[in-house]
């Protein structure tokens, strides 16, 4: 690890533009107040970093004239695609003990303390401090632990942030125990009551309202979405062998899509009468229709994938007998989860809802793996660098996951309707069986569709 350059005198040049507004009169062009990179950082066009050192990226995180949440966030997010904990870890704790040049008076050695290590050194605490609300260790980043605590007790404790330095010793603490800041569980008052079956008879499916069976879908999906981790997003994860042990939030959402899948799909082919089937089939539509009214895109794609099938959408009859009505809701989740444009009108869906939602995590997975695939790790024209916009791209996707994780739905978990659709979904059944159950239906004699009715 090499230390930080950020002292005049050092073979790179200063940051041209870097005093921000606000800066006070006069000091900014201090050449004892500027950073300095020179060629181990690049910006784009935009401002934005695009590559740099890994020292070169703790500079710019803890400037003293300038934050940028947005960055630090991103940094913070996606750290482990390019350093390790302890790399990182250290050179926050070596900025912190920055050093004035030798040849200041007593004058200038105050004004640098006041104008730049003091709000150097409140950058790295916050930047710890947000690390540790962030991001669980993982088992090999467990000593950092005793390297922030040991610092912070004896370099921090006795200094100016002692109250800062006790709150991060708390984040220590809960992060020994595996708890980092929880998601908000509830937003108030007013939820709704929920809607429980009148009958008990054989047919519960039917018996079941769409409306709260949505709402106990809803609660499902966002759960496990608020459990999915930045580090689980990095470096196509969730692909990989070792899926189950890092990536086992987002394998859980995957798994709960093709178990909907597959749960939508047998109760409809298990019926024997067209009539029945078309009853199970415009439930469903329901549903997914119910989910989208809740901002619940998982589950209305899952359904909407089901209906989509080969063994679905294969059953003429079932379809004829749909109400105009439902084929209708049906369009419009289809149009929803339409590919063309890169899924622009869910895209655009997305973006103009308010949490609370629950995104399709397919989509995610999607961006990511074309961002992991289609850049390099260094940039190109300068392989010393870290390629920083690989990583805010990355970084921006699990920030949009960020935003719906935080803002929690004000509905009542109903157990009974959770264990039905634990019981429902755990009832698996191979494609070969769906398969099998259609052409039974649909005897091979007769003419496929060429195309689906909806």
């Not at 989910?291 to 099938?309: D, E, P, Y």
């Not at 007998?321 to 009108?345: C, G, P, V």
Request: proline share 5%; glycine share 4%.
């Amino acid at each position: 690890m090499k230390p930080i350059s950020d002292l005049p005198g050092s073979n790179v040049s200063s940051l041209d533009g870097e005093s921000t507004p606000g800066s006070h009169h006069g000091l900014s062009n201090s050449l004892y107040l500027r950073s300095f990179h020179g060629t181990d950082i690049i910006f784009s066009d935009q401002g934005t970093v695009k590559g740099a050192t890994i020292e070169a990226l703790v500079i710019q995180l803890t400037r003293h004239d300038y934050f940028d949440h947005k960055f630090t966030s991103i940094f913070i997010f996606t750290y482990r695609s390019f350093t390790t904990a302890e790399t990182f870890i250290g050179l926050l704790m070596d900025r912190f003990k920055i050093q004035p040049p030798d040849d200041m008076d007593e004058d200038l050695l105050k004004q640098w303390h006041e104008e730049k290590r003091k709000p150097i050194q409140l950058r790295v605490v916050n930047v710890i401090k947000l690390w540790l609300e962030c991001q669980l260790p993982l088992p090999d980043e467990v000593p950092v632990l005793d390297m922030i605590e040991e610092f912070f007790t004896t370099n921090v404790a006795n200094s100016e942030w002692k109250g800062v330095a006790d709150a991060v010793l708390r984040l220590v603490s809960r992060a020994r125990e595996g708890k980092t800041i929880p998601f908000k569980t509830t937003t108030g008052t007013n939820t709704p009551t929920p809607i429980l079956p009148i009958s008990r008879g054989d047919r519960l499916l039917l018996d079941l309202s769409p409306v709260e069976l949505a709402r106990q879908l809803t609660i499902r999906e966002h759960e496990l979405l608020r459990k999915i981790t930045a580090r689980e997003c990095m470096g196509k994860a969730w692909t990989k062998s070792s899926a189950a042990i890092y990536a086992k939030n987002v394998v859980n959402v995957i798994g709960l899509q093709n178990k909907l899948t597959s749960w939508v799909s047998n109760s409809i082919l298990e019926e024997e009468h067209a009539p029945l089937r078309c009853l199970t089939l415009s439930f469903f539509i329901e549903l997914g229709n119910q989910c989208l009214i809740l901002n619940n895109f998982s589950t209305m794609w899952g359904i909407v994938s089901a209906l989509n099938t080969t063994c679905i959408f294969r059953l003429r009859k079932t379809w004829a007998l749909l109400s105009a009505q439902q084929r209708k809701k049906f369009e419009d989740m289809n149009k929803i989860t339409d590919a063309s444009r890169n899924y622009h009108w869910y895209r655009q869906k997305l973006a103009d809802v308010l949490p609370p939602c629950v995104p399709f995590f397919g989509i995610y997975a999607k961006d990511l793996t074309f961002i992991e695939d289609g850049n390099a790790d260094k940039l190109p024209a300068a392989p010393h660098l870290i390629n920083f916009g690989k990583r805010q791209m990355m970084g921006e996707v699990f920030m949009d996951i960020r935003r719906h994780q935080a803002v929690p739905y004000n509905l009542c978990k109903v157990d009974a309707l959770q264990d039905f659709l634990t019981d429902q979904m755990s009832q698996s059944k191979s494609d070969e069986y769906r398969f099998e159950r259609n052409f039974l239906l649909y005897p091979r004699g007769k003419r496929m569709p060429v195309k689906q009715i909806n």
